[in-house]
């Protein structure tokens, strides 16, 4: 116990504790990861490695269960509520080993969970108790099956029954309840294998956009001029109507909400074509709504506001932790932007292209 205190605050002096960080991508298609801290003078200070740091770790921590080799980062999930970050580590294109679950402010440990399981893009998701839920495809039963592991002491819930539920672009919200595929459900009461159905909110001819918070938005073809509309998952009902007045293409990659649900944000190919945070932008002009109000806040052409360079790309990463800021990537340097009013607040030369940002 007193090794791990030691290590725990050597750690945190080494990183700053709350300072804004950046997982490099690296060299190779996954990360190997590599990460580099900011300090207040928006300037990269210090480098680590972070599956160096938590091999160490595990050479005088047995009881942790780290693998020998913790080999790449597959995929990264943030839990702002909970302050904590879940790595995917494994070996690229063939097995996770397991799930390094870290402080997200400083990256300290928290638990290692082993898992092998095929590499690939993993569901993970954490509910507002801070329950962890993963979902896998089990080729032997030819069903998705959730995994889930309690808040605290990480322990496996239900494990019997692996419950049976695809949770694909679900939205978790307060009292430990779930959105998905147009129901709400209770995800302490358990039918079978599968959770309480509570609500069904499906409504003909929309479809569902993005969701965060207790929001969702939801937008449809068949709307002229193009709406989209905020919904209230808490109390199923619709709250706001947004008329944006910009071409319809799809909900899919042109919208993105802030992680408390407060802002949708407009951009073409600002959501993610992959599992990964980053996203080139198909066009420089963004607009921000407030869906407490339907109301546009802000309009920019980005790559005006960071005086990039004619055709360069343009990535957005992801919102800061808090969810008040934009975080934006055009070689060599991030920009972050009040997500309100896009005002310009940092800018720091990076040394390599980010994988993940912290901020």
Request: net charge negative; hydrophobic share 40%.
């Amino acid at each position: 116990m007193i090794k791990l205190f030691c290590f725990l605050l050597f750690w945190l002096a080494q990183s700053a504790s709350s300072a804004p960080y950046v997982f490099f991508a690296g060299p190779h298609e996954y990360p190997a990861g590599d990460y580099g801290i900011i300090d207040s003078s928006d300037v990269v200070v210090s480098t680590g490695n972070i599956l160096k740091e938590l091999t160490e770790f595990g050479q005088s921590h047995p009881e942790a269960y780290f693998p020998e080799s913790l080999g790449e980062i597959g995929d990264f999930l943030l839990d702002r509520t909970h302050d904590r970050i879940i790595l995917f580590y494994g070996k690229p294109d063939e097995e996770y080993y397991g799930m390094a679950i870290l402080r997200l402010s400083d990256r300290s440990y928290l638990k290692n969970l082993l898992l092998y399981t095929p590499w690939g893009h993993k569901e993970a998701y954490v509910n507002s108790a801070g329950k962890i839920y993963f979902n896998e495809y089990n080729p032997e039963t030819n069903r998705d099956e959730t995994h889930i592991y309690e808040a605290s002491t990480y322990r496996p819930l239900h494990e019997a029954a692996k419950l049976s539920v695809n949770l694909l672009k679900a939205c978790f919200f307060s009292k430990e309840r779930l959105y998905a595929n147009d129901f709400v459900k209770d995800e302490n009461i358990i039918n079978k294998d599968n959770f309480k159905i509570i609500k069904n909110m499906f409504v003909d001819g929309w479809m569902d956009g993005p969701c965060a918070g207790d929001k969702l938005i939801r937008g449809s073809e068949n709307v002229t001029p193009y709406v989209l509309q905020v919904w209230d998952l808490d109390k199923s009902t619709m709250t706001h109507v947004i008329r944006p007045e910009v071409p319809f293409r799809t909900l899919l990659y042109q919208w993105v909400l802030s992680p408390t649900g407060d802002y949708l944000v407009y951009g073409d190919g600002i959501a993610s074509m992959g599992y990964r945070a980053a996203a080139l932008l198909e066009d420089p002009r963004i607009r921000v709504f407030d869906t407490n109000t339907g109301k546009e806040t802000a309009s920019a052409e980005i790559d005006k506001l960071i005086s990039a360079p004619a055709g360069a790309k343009i990535f957005f990463m992801d919102f800061s932790v808090d969810g008040k800021s934009l975080v934006f990537y055009c070689a060599p340097a991030l920009y972050v932007l009040d997500v309100k009013t896009l005002a310009l607040q940092h800018k720091v030369v990076l040394p390599e292209a980010p994988e993940q940002v912290v901020w």
